[in-house]
């Protein structure tokens, strides 16, 4: 995934968001109490033997959003990560498990640092550190991490051998996104682009426009952003534009996407992953460039924070479909209503990755697997009844304000949970 640096106080985000929906379900006022308050946050400090012999210290968070269900939600690796930013996570990771009805309530985790600036090994014992000192937390009944920002297969499969070498036996269910070798389930790599590319394939369908031919501006080319290139180009969509961390690149005729994706992550000499760079008929574009081009569907796939009132009078897009958590301020989402841009929120768009992790965790439980194409079939099916839902809910009392309709589907759901289950003691 990509990363660039935001002003936005996410946990405020995420506060705003939850009084909106309390307010208008006029939900118990103890009940958003709760829900303002994580379980848990672990904060802890450790050292590591860089390669040049110093000792460095690395702060390294994991937050609970509530414990009605196991908590589930990714690690980071980022110079940008804030104890704010993760407990935001971790709150929409709830409200997204609750939206698409997935047995899990929100967790997220995150390292302060810059892989971009640390070897493989360096990278790779920060990884065990951090989860020696997660040991108590991360736990295959409670507790199920995941890839993230600078976070891949790899990192889980450091995370799995750590853990597992620490309880003296192998525990699958442990953590989700490993490698296939390893107990990951297939079609995961691919799963959160696939989710979002779900999400706009209904909502131009309700628009009454086609995949093929719909031309697309992406915000963000990596693990999410790609993917999502990738497969809503195989459909016949026109992928006119795409930003990363260093900046964009812009092509009216629509870019070659496949040759993209190979320049950026099979060529050994583009060392900072980027598409910039890249110069097959196509111009330079700045994000906030991209952000104003006049096309069918916009989806910012990079951080939180980057669509602001500051920005949001720019977009001319028909449909904006974020793939990235919580890319869009509250002063954003009035003006894009306003604008009668149609806004499918994070919670539901970027679904897919949360969704394949619990079918990896149930095929781990079990040692029992399945073949890509089931995966597939079963996402699309969860991603599609949960967007009817959305739409519905939106279209029949929300004015098509599809975040609000999203949050008050999820909200109904986790309350409904402290109804049954109480709070101890």
């Known amino acids: 995934m990509t990363e660039q640096t935001t ?18 379900l006029k939900i118990d006022e103890n009940i958003l109490k709760l829900l303002k308050h994580p379980i848990r946050i672990v904060e802890s400090n450790f050292p590591v033997v860089m390669d040049d012999g110093r000792v460095e210290i690395f702060t390294g968070f994991r937050v609970h959003h ?8 990714g690690i980071r690796f980022s110079p940008n990560v804030t104890k704010e930013e993760v407990m935001a996570l971790a ?34 014992k920060v990884t065990r550190r951090y989860t020696y000192q997660m040991i108590n937390v991360f736990n295959p009944k409670g507790d199920i991490p995941a890839p993230d920002i600078n976070t891949n297969a790899q990192t889980m499969a450091w995370i799995y051998d750590s853990y597992s070498m620490y309880k003296g036996h192998s525990e699958l269910g442990v953590v989700t996104g490993k490698p296939v070798e390893l107990g990951g389930s297939l079609g995961r790599a691919s799963a959160t682009g696939r989710g979002v590319f779900f999400v706009t394939r209904q909502a131009l369908q309700k628009l009454g426009l086609p995949v093929e031919g719909a031309t697309v501006a992406i915000q963000g080319f990596g693990n ?3 993917w999502f290139a990738r497969i809503v180009a195989e459909h016949g969509a026109k992928v006119v534009a795409i930003s990363d961390w260093k900046g964009g690149i812009y092509n009216e005729a629509g870019l070659d996407v496949e040759d993209l994706y ?4 099979e060529n050994p000499e583009n060392t900072d992953k980027t598409v910039v760079g890249y110069s097959k008929i196509t111009k330079k574009i700045t994000n ?8 069918d569907v ?3 796939c990079a951080i939180e924070g980057v669509i602001t009132k500051d920005n949001a009078g720019d977009i001319k897009a028909k449909i904006l479909v974020e793939g990235a958590n919580g890319p869009t301020t509250p002063g954003a989402d009035e003006i894009l209503q306003k604008k009668e841009i149609l806004v499918f929120p994070d919670v539901l768009a970027n679904a897919g990755g949360v969704t394949v992790s619990y079918f990896e965790w149930v095929q781990g439980n079990d040692a029992l ?4 194409e089931e995966v597939n079939s079963k996402l699309e099916e969860i991603i599609v009844r949960a967007f009817d839902s959305v739409y519905d809910y939106a279209d029949s009392c929300c004015n098509k304000d599809f975040r609000t309709a999203a949050y008050a589907i999820a909200l109904e759901r986790i309350v409904k949970q402290y109804e049954l289950r109480g709070i101890y003691p």
Not at 7 to 24: F, R, T, Y
Not at 66 to 73: A, F, I
């Open 224 to 226: 999410v952003g790609s």
């Open 7 to 24: 002003n936005i106080d996410p946990w405020q985000m995420a506060i705003k968001q939850l009084d909106k929906v309390g307010e208008i």
């Open 298 to 300: 916009l989806a910012p």
């Open 369 to 372: 697997f399945w073949k890509e």
């Open 91 to 124: 709150f929409w990771m709830t409200f997204k498990c609750a939206v698409v009805g997935l047995p899990y309530s929100g967790a997220k985790g995150g390292v302060i640092c810059n892989p971009r600036e640390m070897s493989q090994k360096e990278i790779e």
């Open 288 to 295: 906030q460039e991209l952000f104003a081009l006049e096309v």
């Open 262 to 265: 190979k320049y950026v992550y």
């Open 66 to 73: 509530t414990e009605n269900l196991p908590n589930k939600g």
